[in-house]
């Protein structure tokens, strides 16, 4: 009798025993599960970071293998998804987060992205190992992330210019919520209130501070500009803005110079701040500087019927006119007669100014610097630059399709540079000699006398422009 009742409790303890193990390591569809500590959380208003351990996995099994994390916003359905995947679907319908961290406890750590603010998310880590025969969960838990709190601060423009100004912004939040987002200035010339879509710069890059810098360039001469700080949530498209500011440019008469002549010239190139500095390169009948003179990326040439369109032969003072569009008033591109009656009239020498070479024009006790900028075409950059070049050329564009040229070295022989006409497929360019008239395209104009070159020369070019001031011209 007391055999039978100890193989009796000898059974009964095997029992309990078995149950346990089974609570501990529970078998589902050939896979084991072990039971492992809750994760720990640590959110923000888009992001959530999350640690912990699946135990009897070791740093080497865990290394090896695939872990990641599965989470959901749906907390009822949650532990669905979370069941499927342990039943072997890679893709239970819930978000997931592979190759994540381990260290060498064997602590798992990984941070999720692109979370919706003030929700509650459940989750759990898993993993398999690398043959695919055992696949764990941790114990599953749950977050909240937190309202996003943001504040932005729109910094006073530095460094105001004619064409550029330097503006300063914050964005004061999470440094792992300001990683899911997109800083930058909205500026506006007629909106009190300017949005992304009137005009933005967005910044390159942020500090730990969530301060940035923007170098606005393109602005217009003596305008009055209202900006503001903006920033995008990029997952959700959420769009917030700081307070408004304004900047004024510096008026573009200030750079009137007095030669002489009949009309005034700027002192420095167009989109310059200075009179060394090359400024903006702009292809004829554009208004928007570009280095790219692909014939494709014109906005003057119809590829449909393979022509340039035309705008007239002078667009001084006209909607083309870049210097016009950029400075308004009296000012707009020379023409061929003013460039001629600059390098005629004016004293020029040339030197060095600034890391390369200039022109210098003297006339009435006043005088202006012409850098030698290149110009751009379709093969880049051309006429090499700097100070031990001897291969740097002056060049600037009028408003009549054709521009003017001086090569450092030979500053006696000034050479036109123009193209044909696209509506009657003839080039007649004045220059010293006289009158040029020929077919075909662009010519060159010097000591050898006239060279034919490819139809449409100065279109195919990108070339700066020296404005002048048209006493004779208004808005």
Request: with cysteine; charged share 20%.
């Amino acid at each position: 009798m007391i055999m039978r009742d100890s193989c009796k409790c000898l059974f009964l303890f095997f029992l309990f025993a078995l149950a346990l193990v089974s609570c501990r390591n529970e078998e589902v569809d050939g896979q084991d599960q072990e039971a492992s500590y809750a994760p720990t959380v640590s959110s923000t208003a888009f992001t959530a970071t999350v640690s912990g351990t699946i135990s009897g996995v070791t740093y080497d099994e865990l290394n090896s293998g695939q872990r990641g994390i599965l989470y959901a916003d749906d907390p009822e359905g949650a532990q669905s998804f979370f069941d499927s995947w342990l039943k072997g679907n890679n893709n239970p319908g819930c978000p997931q987060v592979g190759r994540i961290k381990v260290n060498a406890d064997g602590v798992m750590e990984a941070i999720i992205t692109k979370l919706k603010p003030e929700t509650t998310y459940s989750y759990c880590l898993y993993y398999v190992s690398r043959d695919g025969g055992t696949r764990l969960q941790s114990m599953s838990g749950s977050f909240t992330t937190k309202a996003f709190d943001c504040t932005l601060e729109t910094a006073e423009a530095q460094s105001v210019g004619f064409y550029k100004a330097l503006v300063p912004g914050r964005a004061r939040t999470d440094a792992n919520d300001l990683s899911l987002c997109k800083t930058g200035i909205a500026i506006s010339h007629d909106k009190d209130e300017p949005l992304l879509e009137d005009g933005f710069v967005e910044a390159s890059s942020t500090d730990d501070a969530g301060t940035f810098e923007i170098n606005l360039h393109e602005l217009k001469c003596g305008t009055e500009y209202r900006y503001r700080t903006y920033l995008q949530v990029e997952h959700t498209g959420q769009m917030l803005y700081g307070p408004v500011r304004t900047l004024t440019t510096r008026h573009p008469d200030e750079q009137a110079v007095d030669l002489g002549l009949s009309v005034k010239w700027a002192s420095c190139n167009l989109g310059a701040e200075e009179p060394q500095e090359w400024g903006g390169y702009y292809r004829w009948g554009e208004t928007l500087p570009s280095t790219n003179a692909d014939r494709s990326k014109y906005s003057l040439w119809n590829s449909y019927q393979n022509r340039y369109v035309d705008v007239g032969n002078n667009i001084c003072g006209t909607e083309y006119d870049a210097a016009h569009a950029a400075m308004s008033g009296h000012w707009r591109m020379p023409t061929k007669a003013e460039i001629d009656e600059l390098i005629g009239s004016c004293e020029m020498t040339l030197h060095t100014m600034g890391d390369g070479y200039v022109a210098e024009f003297t006339g009435n006790g006043n005088s202006i610097c012409i850098p030698a900028a290149g110009y751009y075409n379709s093969y880049g950059f051309g006429w090499a630059y700097g100070k031990e070049s001897d291969e740097c050329t002056i060049v600037f564009q009028s408003g009549e399709r054709a521009f003017y040229a001086n090569q450092v070295g030979d500053h006696e022989r000034w050479c036109w540079y123009a193209q044909v006409n696209p509506q009657t497929n003839q080039v007649i360019v004045s220059s010293s000699s006289g009158t040029i008239t020929g077919d075909g395209g662009g010519i060159i104009t010097g000591g050898s006398g006239p060279m034919t070159g490819d139809k449409g020369y100065t279109y195919e070019f990108a070339i700066p422009i020296r404005p002048v001031w048209d006493p004779n011209l208004s808005d």
